[in-house]
């Protein structure tokens, strides 16, 4: 079966510093594997995927993830953290390679000024 | 495009009393999707309809929790009664039905107070 772990339930950062959120991940085969953020009061939004073409994966907003097959981890960072990045970000995997969603517990973002 | 509608948007209620979710999903989507999210939790799918019909409702507690979708376009979402424990923002989503999850797209939710 696959699964995600997300190894943070909160960062932190200064505004401008880089911003890093780790999501480690299990698959018996290789996984398509996305990154959704969820703003206060908003509805949740892809902000990128990995589909076994590219290994560095560019999304919205200037955030990046590079997928690492031998540290099964799909990392996402952005180099320079702006106060409106705030928000709660959930790495997933489809478990069936269809439609359905696991979320996982999600890591917040807090960013300071 | 307009994006997926809900209402209300916050819904506070006593334990034991109903509560009724809508959501308008946008235009042309088969599939709509209702989703719970605990605080502090990533959201949970309860149920999944293709047009008006049922694909998924495993995780449906069904008991107290119903949801239709007659005409194959808005959907309802009912609590009957509400626990303590249904504290919850709940979340309407739909897509195409095409393959990968990224076709899905959420509304912002409703955000249920049971005191």
């Known amino acids: 079966a696959q699964s995600v772990t997300q190894l943070d339930s909160h960062v932190s950062v200064s505004e401008g510093t880089p911003v890093l959120l780790r999501c480690n991940y299990s698959s018996s085969y290789s996984p398509s594997l996305f990154w959704y953020v969820q703003h206060p009061n908003k509805g949740l939004q892809l902000l990128l995927k990995?589909?076994?073409?590219?290994?560095l994966v560019k999304g919205i907003n200037g955030f990046e993830a590079e997928f690492k097959k031998s540290e099964t981890s799909f990392h996402l960072t952005k180099p320079s953290a702006h106060m409106s990045d705030a928000a709660e970000y959930f790495c997933?995997?489809?478990?069936?390679?269809?439609?359905?969603?696991?979320f996982g517990k999600g890591t917040r973002l807090h960013i300071l000024p | 495009e307009a994006g997926v509608a809900q209402s209300p948007r916050y819904k506070i209620i006593e334990k034991r009393q109903s509560v009724a979710f809508w959501c308008n999903p946008i235009?042309?989507?088969?599939?709509l999707y209702w989703y719970q999210q605990i605080l502090g939790q990533g959201p949970k799918l309860l149920i999944q309809f293709q047009n008006n019909g049922v694909v998924d409702d495993s995780q449906l507690p069904k008991d107290r929790f119903s949801a239709e979708r007659l005409k194959g376009v808005d959907s309802t979402l009912k609590i009957q009664p509400a626990k303590l424990e249904d504290s919850a923002v709940y979340l309407c989503a739909s897509s195409l039905g095409l393959p990968g999850p990224e076709t899905q797209y959420f509304g912002p939710g409703t955000r249920l107070l049971v005191l």
């Open positions: 997933v995997v489809p478990p069936n390679r269809d439609d359905k969603i696991i």
């Open positions: 990995y589909t076994s073409a590219a290994t």
């Open positions: 235009s042309g989507h088969a599939t």
